[in-house]
């Protein structure tokens, strides 16, 4: 059986590394060809950087051509804007048609597109820009625009997404940095023959879409527009102009022997103006399918797949323990705890059913000559007394452990009607992050699918909002609630309010930064529409089926009045302590997967984050490891012969949420190179932000493992 398990184990990951590696396109998912001659559009979309999380629209830049329109192109004309979905607006995508000509087949040397004239505030801009190693977006044929690589060896090509507006260079006089901006863009597309009938009329598909730059000087000699010789080009383009004045540092500071780096004040109304020019190459490549054409994009691909290997076997090695753990507990410790508590319930029921036996057994005689002056029956009396007073909850008060807790473990927590909306929402990020999983692992959502992944997911969590409600309601009824329909009030704002609230906080400070990843106020608009009118009728719908319909859970002993004394505490079963040391283990199982998601998240903005396959996995580990570490954790304090698990489970559960924000503080300083306080503000916002998600997600595991937990052991001591 274990032979087996392995194996199907294998298949499983298997299959889904496959699935995730190749499937990035939906089965039946239009192929778009072209004829020869025929315009394709080429799309502008935006400016990032890995040293800020500011993006700006690329047709906002005031240092670039403007899209007039002149050029059509697949049926749009430039400078028109792309409809876009929920996801591309959150990510910050600003997409549309450019002037660029590019036809089928039509390779062009050089075409002029504008001669930009600024200003001197455009031009600091420019220089910020640079600075901060800003990349542009370009998009063909849904191909983001890449930079092509040759790995060490020259065995492989690969591509980085994006390529750079500028570059900085230093003075070999002063050591001053220089700013350069590329002006010219040598636009390659790869293309190869269509399939099927496509193909057999001549028509062709994109494969690859490359571009390179140049920063040609003004002093270049140029004919209409374009350099004379593009080949050999001697001058770069320097965003620099010459200042009105330069500040005399002396004069500044007369006292001292130290000054800082000369300030050179440029007129702000002064101008300047920038040649634009572009080449068009089109190439066939028969080594690129059509539906591999994205691997280029993942050249790492195999070297980490070794890594996620190893973040498997890491993560499957601590399961496999803390399995062996939970089930010595269960297998042994506890069925032997139930089993010596039943055999003495039972020679306790014995010696109970032996002495009314010989209660009954005496005369009349014997009774009338005991109530005269012998005063047996009295003695006899007083012991069957004592036996029928013997009951299950004295029979329980007679062992240790957890057994003594039968009488208050299931006695309602503090604040339970905060602790049941939590859990509701705990179930609703559930459903969103399994959803969200399984479609990127077969390929539904993938890179081509752009903005796909934060559509579905707005969408898979207002659609949970009926399991948030129902889980919450029967949580509330179980406490003994009365009011569910406040309860569902609370589930569908406390949560969702304040992750709307802060988001639109921080929206305030980007937003004053003109850049793109500002939310804009009609798709704020629409996303209070879609919580207030689609997500708080499903809580309520929720809610009232689980606590109308279905009911409260209901518990296997009873509760006393009266609550027992809590016993002085082990250091390592307090509750913060606990927190800490269990939630370090599921953060053991998911942390190397985690140095991948951040570095597509944070560092390679440009890159993708494609092995859903593997994160599948980790993600049904990462859920049996919280499962288990709350099931341990509580059983210990249980034999401590502490009875507020509630709320400790719940914590258990989502500990591990204190470590990634750790590891998310130690990455900041360590592996990120961010610059600004609207920038590093935003990156420990949407961490804050993400491990309370996660630590919401988790903890709603946790506590409702830990309650199905609690509920079997002590159904295994109930005395019918």
């Not at 500011?54 to 051509?65: E, T």
Request: glycine share 10%; hydrophobic share 45%; net charge neutral.
């Amino acid at each position: 059986m274990g032979q087996f398990g392995n194996m199907g184990l294998k298949w499983l990951v298997s299959s889904l590394v496959i699935s995730s590696a190749h499937a990035f396109y939906i089965p039946g998912w239009s192929i778009r060809s072209y004829k020869d001659n025929e315009q394709i559009p080429l799309l502008v979309n935006k400016v990032y950087s890995d040293s800020t999380q500011l993006q700006y629209a690329y047709n906002d830049l005031p240092f670039v051509c403007p899209q007039t329109g002149k050029v059509a192109g697949g049926g749009l004309l430039g400078g028109q804007s792309i409809s876009l979905n929920l996801g591309e607006v959150l990510r910050g995508d600003r997409i549309i048609t450019s002037d660029l000509d590019l036809a089928m087949g039509k390779d062009q040397e050089c075409n002029f597109v504008c001669n930009k004239e600024i200003t001197g505030k455009d031009l600091k801009w420019a220089q910020e820009l640079v600075k901060d190693g800003y990349v542009v977006e370009w998009i063909v044929d849904n191909l983001p625009g890449a930079t092509s690589f040759v790995t060490v060896d020259k065995s492989r090509k690969y591509y980085a997404s994006g390529f750079k507006l500028g570059f900085t260079d230093y003075s070999a006089s002063t050591g001053r940095p220089r700013y350069f901006l590329n002006n010219h863009h040598t636009i390659v597309v790869r293309h190869r023959r269509a399939p099927g009938r496509a193909g057999e009329r001549g028509e062709k598909v994109v494969v690859g879409f490359e571009v390179y730059t140049k920063s040609i000087g003004p002093g270049v000699r140029r004919e209409t527009g374009c350099p004379k010789d593009l080949h050999s080009i001697d001058e770069n383009f320097e965003l620099y102009m010459a200042p009105n004045k330069t500040t005399d540092l002396t004069l500044k500071y007369p006292d001292s022997s130290y000054y800082p780096e000369q300030i050179e004040d440029i007129d702000d109304n002064a101008t300047m103006t920038i040649p634009y020019t572009y080449s068009v190459y089109f190439r066939e490549d028969e080594s690129i399918e059509w539906n591999h054409r994205w691997d280029l994009y993942f050249v790492n691909q195999e070297e980490g797949s070794k890594i996620h290997w190893l973040a498997i076997v890491n993560s499957l090695i601590i399961c496999g323990l803390l399995t062996g753990i939970v089930l010595m507990i269960l297998g042994k410790t506890i069925r032997s705890d139930i089993r010596n508590y039943r055999e003495g319930l039972a020679e306790d029921g014995k010696l109970r059913v032996k002495r009314k036996t010989l209660t009954g057994s005496l005369s009349p005689r014997i009774i009338s000559e005991k109530t005269t002056g012998l005063g047996l029956l009295d003695q006899e009396g007083v012991a069957e007394r004592d036996a029928d007073i013997t009951s299950e909850d004295e029979a329980l008060e007679d062992v240790t452990g957890w057994k003594l807790l039968h009488a208050d473990v299931f006695r309602k927590p503090e604040y339970g009607h905060l602790l049941a909306p939590l859990v509701g929402s705990g179930m609703q990020l559930l459903f969103m992050a399994v959803g969200l999983v399984l479609l990127s692992a077969i390929g539904v959502l993938n890179p081509s699918f752009r903005g796909g992944f934060i559509s579905a997911g707005v969408g898979l969590f207002i659609f949970g909002s009926a399991f948030s409600g129902y889980f919450s309601a029967r949580v509330y009824r179980t406490f003994d609630g009365q009011d569910f329909r406040r309860n569902a009030l609370v589930t569908a704002v406390l949560f969702p309010g304040l992750l709307f609230g802060l988001i639109f906080i921080l929206n305030l400070f980007v937003w004053a930064q003109a850049s793109s990843t500002a939310i804009p106020f009609g798709t704020l608009i629409a996303l209070a529409l879609l919580w207030l009118c689609i997500q708080v009728p499903l809580v309520y719908a929720g809610a009232w089926y689980g606590f109308v319909r279905t009911g409260a859970w209901e518990h296997p002993t009873k509760t006393s009045s009266i609550p027992r004394q809590i016993p002085h505490q082990a250091w390592y079963a307090k509750s913060i302590q606990s927190i800490l040391l269990a939630g370090l283990i599921p953060f053991a199982v998911i942390f190397i997967e985690l140095l991948f998601v951040f570095q597509s998240m944070w560092q390679d903005k440009s890159g993708y984050y494609y092995v859903f396959g593997f994160l599948a996995v980790v993600s049904v580990i990462l859920i049996v490891t919280i499962a288990e570490v709350t099931v341990v954790t509580v059983y210990i304090q249980l034999c401590s012969e502490n009875y507020h698990w509630w709320w400790q489970s719940f914590f258990v559960g989502g500990g591990s949420a204190a470590w990634v924000f750790l590891y998310c503080v130690w990455y900041y300083f360590v592996k990120l190179h961010i610059t600004g306080f609207v920038s590093s503000m935003l990156f420990f916002s949407y961490s804050f932000m993400a491990c309370c998600v996660y630590g919401l997600l988790a903890g709603t595991i946790g506590f409702l493992t830990a309650y199905a937990f609690v509920r079997r052991i002590y159904n295994a001591i109930k005395v019918d």
